[in-house]
């Protein structure tokens, strides 16, 4: 199982790539792995500011359908179009190709939240 130490996650198997104040947020491989073929994915909160925690989007994969919450508070400036013809990517490659949105952060400081790789893979079991 990939778990990448450069990495931010939380508890709801998402990771986190911080860069500045501008995150990108997807699915961890874990995560994919228990969902199984992921079919589609829905984010309908383009240009929102959510709460940390708040639901941004759905996944879909042939057995059931998940939620994906916000790691943290802020403005979901982008969302990975690809992903509506290739939601299969979240499984082939959910650190690269497969990230789902960008967030400006509205409080950096959240970021010290977020679980090491070491932290989740304690969660996790691995």
């Given at each position: 199982m990939n778990i990448p130490e450069d990495l931010k996650y939380t508890k709801d198997h998402e990771w986190?790539?911080?860069?500045?104040?501008i995150v990108t947020v997807g699915i961890?491989?874990?995560a994919q792995g228990e969902l199984g073929d992921i079919v589609y994915v829905e984010v309908e909160t383009l240009d929102e500011t959510?709460?940390?925690?708040?639901?941004?989007?759905?996944?879909?994969?042939?057995?059931?359908?998940?939620?994906?919450f916000l790691p943290v508070e802020?403005?979901?400036?982008?969302?990975?179009?690809?992903?509506?013809?290739?939601?299969?990517?979240?499984?082939e490659d959910p650190y690269g190709a497969g990230w789902m949105i960008k967030i400006?952060?509205?409080?950096?400081?959240?970021?010290?939240?977020?679980?090491?790789a070491n932290d989740y893979k304690a969660i996790i079991g691995a």
């Open positions: 986190v790539k911080i860069d500045g104040e961890t491989d874990f959510l709460e940390a925690d708040a639901v941004f989007g759905t996944v879909e994969a042939v057995k059931t359908v998940s939620d994906l802020g403005e979901i400036i982008e969302f990975n179009e690809s992903l509506e013809e290739e939601p299969e990517k979240v499984n400006k952060v509205a409080d950096t400081a959240d970021l010290e939240t977020l679980l090491s």
